[in-house]
């Protein structure tokens, strides 16, 4: 029996509505798989990850945002199996620590659709460029000559990869994409971090480049034994459409034809990691000159791939 007076719980803010219905549905298991100072990492039977995250996260797809300011080890320990306990609204960790998800808040992804009219695309990816190239000139402390071979590489093969989808070669592009995963240091290499941007232009409801999007399940297809499954993951979301609120937000912001390009969400995106957020823009830079390219040749209203 479960002895609530004698164990730590944190209360959940908001989560992902999917996961807290499979939190309270079905009795969820797994196991903690990753221990880090804003984020634990949860791996289901299924080898699925799901997240619990800081309150300083923003909401993301399979996460939980709990309100601490930090997480860590004090508090979860990496192999410690948990389970939910739907009857009582908690995820129960061997280790003492419980998570309430009775009061949380249900999160759903919402990608914008693509406006009947948009002839402010190329000022605002105009402005995602600068925003970029200013990071290039100014390189975060440490950036050795590794990190900048890496973004040399990047961005040699970012260009290959919208050419070949400018001119409908899919298998040459799913090739090149390939080739960009795993590419870079860390859990979540930059060239993963690029695809995820693009992946999310890609699911657009009526954007030129949608009819492209199957492209995504032919480089999943193929992701597993090259990238860390941290990064995986977030691959495997991403193809479907669903990321995290803040990459929501500059998505909104950028096909919207009535608003600039919002610094302040741009610059949530440039902070996501050490160099997370600014790949993840160089994909979702690649996707909107994709889709601007696109719409000049009059190629809209073809069916999703």
């Not at 000139?137 to 990869?161: C, D, F, I």
């Not at 040749?297 to 791939?305: E, F, I, V």
Request: glycine content about 10%; hydrophobic content about 40%; charged content about 25%.
């Amino acid at each position: 029996m479960l002895d609530e007076e004698s164990s730590e719980i944190q209360s959940v803010i908001s989560g992902d509505a999917a996961f807290l219905e499979r939190l309270r549905a079905d009795g969820f298991r797994g196991g903690v798989h990753s221990v880090f100072k804003q984020v634990v990492n949860i791996e289901d039977g299924h080898g699925e990850l799901h997240t619990l995250a800081c309150r300083r996260c923003d909401d993301a797809p399979n996460t939980l945002r709990l309100a601490a300011d930090e997480l860590g080890t004090d508090w979860f320990v990496a192999g410690d199996p948990c389970f939910s306990l739907p009857e009582k609204s908690l995820l129960c960790f061997s280790s003492g620590m419980h998570v309430r998800y009775s009061q949380a808040l249900p999160w759903e992804c919402r990608l914008p659709a693509y406006p009947a009219r948009l002839s402010n695309l190329p000022g605002k990816i105009a402005r995602m460029e600068r925003a970029l190239q200013a990071e290039a000139v100014s390189p975060p402390a440490g950036a050795g000559r590794y990190q900048q071979a890496v973004e040399a590489m990047l961005r040699e093969k970012a260009e290959r990869l919208l050419h070949l989808l400018l001119h409908d070669d899919l298998p040459g592009a799913t090739e090149c994409a390939v080739g960009m995963i795993g590419l870079g240091p860390g859990l979540t290499p930059s060239g993963d971090d690029f695809l995820t941007g693009l992946f999310a232009v890609l699911n657009i409801e009526g954007s030129p480049a949608r009819r492209l999007r199957r492209i995504c399940g032919d480089i999943l297809e193929r992701a597993a034994p090259l990238t860390h499954p941290i990064s995986l993951a977030a691959l495997k979301t991403s193809a479907r459409g669903r990321v995290r609120q803040s990459i929501v937000d500059l998505l909104d912001n950028l096909f919207d034809e009535d608003v600039p390009l919002d610094d302040a969400v741009l610059s949530r995106v440039m902070r996501i990691g050490s160099t997370s957020g600014r790949d993840i823009l160089a994909g979702v830079l690649c996707g909107a000159r994709l889709d601007d390219a696109l719409s000049a040749q009059g190629k809209r209203g073809l069916p999703a791939g």
